[in-house]
């Protein structure tokens, strides 16, 4: 099953991060409650699981400003399934309590230790393993050295880590790597483990007629295995100090701009070496997915700088690479499964062109679409074949959280356009999306499940209390299948 269907054909899928998925160990996993989900789907009628980006947590626990891009988030491996395959004794599982929410610092006090003692039960001669290190060499072994610097060095940041560490100075990383070999190999076991229970659900997924919607963001962060590995590809001041960062200016989503701090990408210097960081990025992700959703896609059009140390309100506007880019991927790697997240720039010509020159599917978001214009692009019956529509995502509120809120002006126009008595108002979103002509609608769970703000999984422009929203164990039953299935009915 490819994204855009030759006749035309209309599917529908969930949003859900694995993070959310309930479990007894305090946050989602690669386990039995995942492949649980993929169960709900097939039952549902559902052909897509899109999920938030897999990598490694960053500030504020965030997945988009992660230490790598290659590497998977280690709280996701499953603790019972490293008990199955004979790696941990039920000894080696303390009691611990948990809250519904992911609260963050216990779940690593109890895990992490955990995953570390399967590592030392694992036979590093393993066959497979020996594959995995050789296949995934290009970014494994600066991500496994970076990790374990971080952790000998107990540095928040790259400027609290050695000169020798942070210049690769041979003597000193060869030094490192002597005296802490076995730091570095736990972060390489880890890994393994990561990829191989993720692949081993992938593959329930995929023979169950579910696709993985992969999401990966623009930009990594300035404190990263891939900024640490790369430097030229990145502008940065001689102390590896991002001389100019990534940021929005103020938008729908912040009234001052966001601040995002990533570094600027060296496009010059991509050019030069044929954006082999790029090339590799996707192409990995092409394997890792079915579908690769692009977080902040517009940037390649354009993209806002601001240089380091003012506000989001005084950066600027730069053109980005454009065509010039994907023709080059496309010619090296043939077409690839893409959802270009636009938002932000749904009216900007540079944007607009880009799309139309990739020919990839789009956002609409209908929470956006209540201005009292019949003709806004965010309203379902304006939606084209090549779009993928949401009621929101994971930076909105919940379809219910936002009526709650909403202005006199736009529920009229919502009660007036969309409302048709289901008994909830997130429910009468799903069923206007589900009519509507776009190739692919997509159901944040939290809008299946009818929640309210408290059920948000993230306010950008904060960093408190985000992305520790979870599913509890007793929703994703046949009831609440039979339902999804009936709201998307249009698209079976």
């Avoid at 109890?110 to 694992?122: G, V």
């Avoid at 240089?307 to 950066?315: N, Y």
């Avoid at 999804?484 to 249009?490: D, I, S």
Wanted: net charge negative; charged share 25%; glycine share 6%.
């Amino acid at each position: 099953m490819q994204l855009r269907d030759k006749n035309e054909r209309r599917y529908s899928g969930v949003l859900l991060s694995v993070s959310s998925l309930p479990s007894g160990y305090g946050i989602g996993s690669f386990g039995v409650k995942a492949y649980e989900l993929v169960d709900f789907l097939r039952e549902a009628n559902q052909h897509f699981w899109q999920i938030l980006p897999l990598c490694p947590l960053g500030e504020g626990n965030s997945p988009y400003k992660s230490p790598s891009t290659f590497a998977g988030e280690m709280l996701y491996i499953d603790i019972d399934f490293l008990l199955r395959d004979g790696l941990l004794q039920k000894s080696d599982i303390q009691d611990f309590e948990f809250t519904q929410n992911v609260d963050y610092d216990t779940v690593r006090r109890f895990k992490i230790p955990i995953i570390k003692k399967a590592a030392q039960n694992f036979d590093t001669n393993n066959k497979n393993y020996k594959s995995f290190l050789s296949e995934n060499e290009f970014w494994l072994d600066d991500y496994a050295l970076f990790e374990a610097a971080f952790c000998v060095y107990k540095a928040n940041n790259m400027s609290d880590l050695p000169e020798g560490f942070k210049y690769k100075v041979p003597e000193f990383i060869n030094g490192f790597k002597r005296k802490y070999q076995c730091e570095i190999e736990f972060y390489k076991i880890a890994q393994y483990f990561f990829f191989c229970q993720y692949y081993e659900l992938k593959r329930y997924a995929n023979n169950n007629g579910v696709k993985i919607i992969g999401d990966i963001p623009f930009y990594v962060s300035p404190d990263s295995a891939d900024v640490w590995g790369n430097p030229d590809d990145f502008m940065l001041d001689r102390d590896f100090t991002p001389s100019i960062v990534a940021g929005v200016p103020p938008d729908i989503f912040s009234h001052s701009g966001q601040l995002w701090g990533n570094p600027i990408y060296n496009w010059q210097n991509m050019q030069e070496n044929e954006y082999r960081w790029w090339k590799r990025r996707l192409a990995f992700c092409k394997d890792m997915y079915d579908v690769i959703r692009i977080d902040h896609f517009r940037a390649f059009a354009n993209y806002y700088q601001i240089p380091l140390g003012k506000s989001a309100t005084e950066g600027e506007w730069v053109a980005g690479e454009g065509t010039a880019f994907w023709d080059k991927i496309r010619e090296e790697m043939g077409d690839i499964n893409i959802i270009a997240e636009d938002l932000g720039g749904e009216e900007d010509p540079p944007v607009i062109e880009l799309l139309k020159h990739t020919d990839f599917p789009n956002m609409k978001i209908l929470q956006f679409g209540f201005t009292g214009d019949m003709q806004n692009m965010y309203l379902p019956q304006n939606y084209p074949y090549n779009c993928v529509c949401y009621t929101g995502t994971h930076d909105n509120d919940t379809a219910l959280g936002w009526y709650n809120k909403a202005s006199t002006k736009e529920r009229v126009i919502f009660n007036t356009l969309i409302r048709n008595n289901t008994g909830c108002i997130a429910h009468d979103m799903i069923r206007a999306l589900s009519k509507s002509n776009s190739m692919l609608c997509i159901i944040p769970m939290q809008d299946v499940l009818c929640l309210d703000s408290s059920a948000r999984m993230n306010t950008p422009g904060t960093i408190d209390d985000n992305w520790t929203w979870r599913v509890k164990g007793d929703d994703i039953n046949p009831d609440n299948a039979k339902l999804l299935k009936k709201l998307t009915k249009e698209r079976n």
